[in-house]
Structures are given as C-alpha cells and as structure tokens.
C-alpha cells in the first residue's frame, strides 16, 4: 500500500506530530487526521491544512487508518495504546517517536490487539520551543530517524516505516535495538545539551560578548533548553546517561591534569588522540 | 593616515598572518610586505598577489612600514621586536595576534624604541588547518576583536587598530585589559575546545553514525583541533583555564547528582536557570 493512498492519524499534535502532519500532507498524503485533547489545537491545524480533519475522540479516525503515529510521552502513548484498543483498524501499523525507548516494545505488546503491528521510531529531530504553534515539516530535512522495531512487526513493517520517514524529509534511516538506542542518544544527544547547560551555568557567560567566536556559539547553542522536556528525558534515560556522563568527566579530568601538571607530552598525546577519534565519526549527523 | 595609503608588513604568514594580508590587499591596501623566515612561502604569496613583496631579511620593509603586524608567537614576537628594533620606521605603530596576552604588553615594551606604539590584539578566527596555505581572507568575516592596548599607545592608537580589524572584516572590537582578555578566552574559547575533545575520548564516537544530530555536530565541531597550536595555548593560558575548567566540572557534577538522586525538582532548577543563564549571552558572537 502506498503512503500518499493511506489514512494516517497522529495522535498528540505538539512539535513533534503537528511537524509529521504537515510533513505528511507536503508529502501527498490526502488523509491525515488529528488526534489531540486540545479542540483548539485541532482547530488551528484544520485551519492550516495541516490535517484533514481533527478529533477529541479517537474512535473514528482510528477506525480508517492504516498508519497511526504516536506523538505522546511513552507513558500516555502506552495508555492511549490501551484505552484504545478495540478501535484501530484491523492491521493497523502503528508507530511512536519517543526518545527514550527502554521497555517501550513490551508494554507496548502487552496491550495490542494481536492483529496490531508496531515499528517503535525516534526521529533525531526537534526544537527547544515546543507545541503546535512552533511545529515545522522542515525539521527532518537531513536528520536521522532511529528504529527500534518490536517482535510484533515483519521485516515489510520496518522498511513501510522506513519510507515514510524518508518522506518526511529524514536522510538517514537506523534500526538497532532499545538498549542500543538509549545508550547511544544518552552520549550523542543527552550528553551534548548536559554540557551545554554546564556551560552556560557560569557567571562568564553574562560577559561573553565580544569574546566569544564559533565554538562558544556551538557549545553553548543548545543550552538554550525546554526544562520540562530534558528533565523528563534525563531522568528517563539516567541509568544510560550517568555512564557516558562519567565518561566525558574522565576524559576532562585527564585533560585537567595534563595541563595542571604541565605535562606537555601527555596534553599533546590526548588532543592527538581526540583529533584522531573525532574523524571516526565522520559521516554522522 | 589613512590606511590604504600606508605601508604596511605583516611578519609571519602562517594562517592568521596570510589571511590578514589577503584581507588588506583585498580592503586595498596596495603596500602589503611579507616578512616569514621561509622562502617559499614569500615566493607563494608574492605569487598570489597577497603581498607585494615578500621579504626574509625584515630590514627594508620594516624601515618604510607605517604599520607592522606581528603574526608570530608571544616569544617569537618579543623577540623579533628586539632583534629589529633598530629597524623599525620612526613613530611605527605595531600591532599582534597572539591568542594569550598575560604580560605581552610588559614584555614588548621592555624592548621596544620609545618612539614606538604597541597596540595589542587578537583576532577571534582561525581554522584547524595551520599555515599559509590554508589562508582566507574570509576568516575574518563577523568575528570579534579583541584589543588589549599597552600603556605606550594613545586613543588615537587604539582606535586606528579598531578601524583596522573592521576593515579586515571583523564586525566587534572590545577593548580589555590582558588579564580580562585571558580570563574570558580561557572560559568562551579554551573550554569549548577542550570540552569537544573530550566529548570525542569516548569509544561509542565510532558507533554515532546514525544516532547524532545537529547538538552533538555543534558539539563536538572543534574537536577537529591542532594538538601542536591547543597544547601551547592551554599550557600558556593554565592559570585562567583550570578555574573555568573546575567551574564547568561542578555545574556537571550539579546536574549529573540531580539525575543521579532522581531529584526533578533540582534537576528542572538547574535546566531552567542555563536557559535563562543562555539568554544573558545573546548578541555574542
């Protein structure tokens, strides 16, 4: 079945699903329903044509959809997955984007209906504004989209959901397993917006101005951050990202101690070494 | 004067002091010298139209030159001002781009002819890749300069300078003391580089192709570092980098305990306090 010939609802229109129906609907897809417990919400994306037609109650557009795409905190995404079981269309696909994934397979198995399938996905795309009104289907032109399919779903499952995030601009499609994925996105994403708030948590950076150039503007860029979201996720993802945390303090600590000790060899060694890990990962996003 | 009618040498063209060159010749200074102890490079930039002439023996361009850049090392600097202080045409103002200026000023002026002005500077650009061969007029392009004048030169001075790095493509010149300069580079440039190295010293870097978005490219970009030029430039400025250094650590160790204790309420402060610290950084450059 093809993408453009399908009804797709997505449920939960903050930035992340109101960003997939309109990067649905760019992509040619006539149908695309909202699920939100916001009318207004549903309203506005009605009125942007980002969405076909938007619904309080689940029931009926879940009734026609072949695809649904969860854009709900694991914990809400695992009770609508519930509350609404009786009412997906029978082989339904379903498919999430929680950036966080540990478990998220079995509960999500142990309430769907046998007939259900669902492809567990996390598009490496965001922004630190949330909601609606800061949604954008350009947000995943570029960007990765990690899969973690469940037991439930076939290999044609994997690469239907492949395609579509293809379709939504993403240029890198990754399957690997729960654990692997949190690990990883804890030293890749978690990390690098922990260091960046680091950062910017000194009295320095009030006077900055002037005497910063590219690499403070990087380090600190997305220390510009959603508390609500991070604390969420941070603590979510603590036993993988306490680890990669105690890592990167390592490596600083080692690098401290170089310099305090003036120990130029062991410096030189250590910056060589990290020029020399930096280009292994080239080709990353 | 003004600076396009002036004679003008430029001592060492590595990067900085190539692209510098470049960039006058292109604001239209037509006398630009080159001075390097290296001959191909001379017959290089000669080649190129960056200089109009390239010099090893600094006497004869020194003697015309209106205004002399020293691109050189702080103790190479020091000690081309002694060796050639007899050269130097009357009333020269000299000006630097040495990247860590504690006690510049003191030592310059400890060898520099009375008639002299020293105005010390450092352009907040670069690249990884050193040399002249890597040299871009275009680095100069939006970046900041920081101007750290000594005692022997006058507001007339300074502000010639200041019109000087504008005219090289820099669109902010501060003005500080040298302490000032090495405590707020140690914070806004030395612990960003420092920072992606380590970020880089871990093991899953082979393995992020996939897994990574724009946070960990922005935060890691600088990791691509030169382990020569970082290792005399963190040793140089160790007094003022250890202090940002362990600020850093304890605003990790801040956060890494609130995740640890599973503390939302702390962790939540602290995410909110770096974005709001975030905002007090804005129109940095």
């Known amino acids: 079945m093809r993408l453009d010939s399908m009804s797709v609802s997505v449920v939960g229109l903050g930035l992340v699903g109101g960003s997939i129906a309109r990067a649905l609907k760019r992509a040619g897809v006539e149908a695309v329903y909202g699920i939100d417990v916001d009318s207004d919400v549903?309203?506005?994306?009605?009125?942007?044509?980002?969405?076909?037609?938007?619904?309080?109650?689940?029931?009926?557009?879940?009734?026609?959809?072949?695809?649904?795409?969860?854009?709900?905190?694991?914990?809400?995404?695992?009770?609508?997955?519930?509350?609404?079981?009786?009412?997906?269309?029978?082989?339904?696909?379903?498919?999430?984007?929680?950036?966080?994934?540990?478990?998220?397979?079995?509960?999500?198995?142990?309430?769907?209906r046998k007939d259900l399938r669902f492809v567990g996905g996390h598009p490496m795309a965001g922004k630190?504004?949330?909601?609606?009104?800061?949604?954008?289907?350009?947000?995943?032109r570029g960007a990765s989209y990690i899969l973690t399919p469940s037991p439930s779903c076939g290999r044609a499952d994997v690469e239907f959901v492949a395609g579509v995030a293809r379709a939504l601009g993403c240029d890198a499609v990754k399957e690997t397993d729960e654990d692997t994925h949190d690990r990883m996105i804890a030293y890749t994403s978690h990390l690098?917006?922990?260091?960046?708030?680091?950062?910017?948590?000194?009295?320095?950076?009030?006077?900055?101005?002037?005497?910063?150039?590219?690499?403070?503007?990087?380090?600190?860029?997305?220390?510009?951050?959603?508390?609500?979201?991070?604390?969420?996720?941070?603590?979510?993802?603590?036993?993988?990202?306490?680890?990669?945390?105690?890592?990167?303090?390592?490596?600083?600590?080692?690098?401290?101690s170089a310099i305090e000790s003036g120990d130029r060899d062991a410096l030189y060694r250590l910056l060589s070494e990290a020029r020399r890990m930096n280009e292994g990962k080239h080709g990353t996003r």
Not at 72 to 86: E, I, T
Not at 237 to 252: C, K, S, T, W, Y
Request: aromatic share 8%; glycine share 8%.
């Open 128 to 140: 630190e504004d949330q909601g609606y009104r800061n949604s954008d289907p350009d947000i995943f």
């Open 42 to 112: 549903l309203l506005i994306a009605e009125a942007d044509g980002a969405i076909a037609r938007g619904y309080e109650d689940p029931a009926e557009p879940l009734a026609e959809s072949d695809l649904v795409f969860l854009c709900l905190k694991p914990d809400d995404l695992v009770a609508f997955a519930r509350d609404n079981a009786s009412s997906f269309k029978e082989g339904a696909l379903l498919t999430d984007t929680a950036g966080v994934r540990r478990g998220l397979n079995a509960r999500v198995a142990a309430v769907l």
């Open 192 to 256: 690098p917006h922990v260091a960046a708030a680091a950062m910017v948590l000194d009295p320095l950076v009030l006077e900055a101005k002037g005497f910063s150039g590219g690499s403070f503007r990087d380090a600190t860029r997305v220390a510009r951050i959603n508390p609500g979201l991070w604390t969420e996720l941070l603590l979510a993802n603590a036993d993988e990202f306490l680890p990669a945390l105690g890592r990167f303090r390592a490596a600083l600590d080692s690098l401290g």
